[in-house]
């Protein structure tokens, strides 16, 4: 009989060790802030690329959830161009 594994969500089941998990989430949830802040301007991918200082083929990966080529260096420096800052907190787990 097949063994079933169960986590508490994607992000866990990808990655190999809770810290790789909790890095996925955040560029997740950073790039998925970003996401929101390009369709609700309603910008076309070559003018949100000039807005964000990347490359339209950047703001492409982005816009499709491309969390692995993106650092939250990069995601940070993304949301820094369209003027809005970053914070982090931290939760118990």
């Known amino acids: 009989m097949i063994e079933i594994e169960t986590y508490d969500s994607v992000w866990d089941a990808l990655a190999d060790t809770p810290e790789q998990a909790a890095n996925l989430r955040a560029r997740a949830g950073l790039m998925q802030q970003i996401s929101d802040i390009i369709k609700a301007a309603g910008w076309k991918q070559t003018e949100a690329a000039a807005r964000c200082g990347v490359t ?12 692995s080529r993106f650092s939250l260096d990069a995601l940070v420096n993304i949301a820094t161009a369209l003027g809005r800052r970053v914070h982090v907190t931290l939760d118990t787990a």
């Open 56 to 67: 339209q083929p950047r703001i492409n990966d982005l816009l499709r959830g491309r969390v």
